[in-house]
């Protein structure tokens, strides 16, 4: 799931490489968040993540979009004095277990986010990830509930279920302080 219209790309030119299975690239609807994102194309690799802040005090692993929601918090979480490592994971499976095993090491408190439902979501494979590997880590998830979600545009959903930016703020300071 690519954060924004470079990623789709990237995805794209890497899906048609020899040797790579097929899989599905998912994307939002609405508008996109870069303006130049004609640039040249690079080859993901599947199941890789990318490291797209360092931070001390918690970790937010987000995937598709509501990256771009994450990074607005952190940076408002940082005016505040609270240092927080960002992880786009990009792929829901397979997860990048390189960069979840360095999360799980690093960190005690772990937020993921996701535009999708948390019950059986990234949420839920990263909270796996860290009980199948022993990580003593309290995960916040945030993503749709498991309930039939309400119809709005995508911002009345995103704030609804607190994921929008300022909802990420929040869960932020919550854990911290």
Same mark, same amino acid.
């Given at each position: 799931?690519?954060?924004?219209?470079?990623?789709?790309?990237?995805?794209?030119?890497?899906?048609?490489?020899?040797?790579?299975?097929?899989?599905?690239?998912?994307?939002?609807?609405?508008?996109?968040?870069?303006?130049?994102?004609?640039?040249?194309?690079?080859?993901?690799?599947?199941?890789?993540?990318?490291?797209?802040?360092?931070?001390?005090?918690?970790?937010?692993?987000?995937?598709?979009?509501?990256?771009?929601?994450?990074?607005?918090?952190?940076?408002?979480?940082?005016? #505040? *004095? @609270?240092?927080?490592?960002? !992880? +786009? $994971?990009?792929?829901?499976?397979?997860?990048?277990?390189?960069?979840?095993?360095?999360?799980?090491?690093?960190?005690?408190?772990?937020?993921?986010?996701?535009?999708?439902?948390?019950?059986?979501?990234?949420?839920?494979?990263?909270?796996?990830?860290?009980?199948?590997?022993?990580?003593?880590?309290?995960?916040?998830?945030?993503?749709?509930?498991?309930?039939?979600?309400?119809?709005?545009?995508?911002?009345?959903?995103?704030?609804?279920?607190?994921?929008?930016? #300022? *909802? @990420?703020?929040?869960?932020? !300071? +919550? $854990?911290?302080?």
């Amino acid at each position: 799931s690519p954060m924004n219209e470079v990623e789709v790309r990237h995805l794209l030119y890497s899906a048609r490489l020899p040797g790579t299975d097929a899989f599905v690239i998912r994307y939002p609807r609405g508008r996109g968040v870069v303006r130049d994102w004609r640039r040249p194309m690079e080859a993901i690799e599947v199941g890789t993540g990318r490291l797209l802040k360092e931070g001390t005090d918690l970790a937010v692993l987000s995937l598709g979009n509501v990256g771009n929601f994450a990074a607005e918090a952190i940076e408002k979480a940082e005016s #505040e *004095g @609270i240092s927080v490592e960002h !992880i +786009d $994971l990009r792929f829901a499976k397979p997860l990048d277990g390189e960069l979840l095993h360095r999360v799980g090491k690093k960190f005690k408190k772990i937020i993921t986010v996701e535009n999708g439902v948390i019950a059986g979501g990234v949420g839920s494979a990263v909270l796996e990830f860290m009980n199948t590997h022993r990580y003593d880590v309290e995960i916040t998830m945030l993503g749709v509930p498991d309930e039939f979600p309400e119809h709005g545009t995508p911002e009345q959903l995103h704030h609804k279920y607190g994921f929008d930016p #300022e *909802g @990420i703020f929040r869960t932020i !300071i +919550d $854990l911290v302080k």
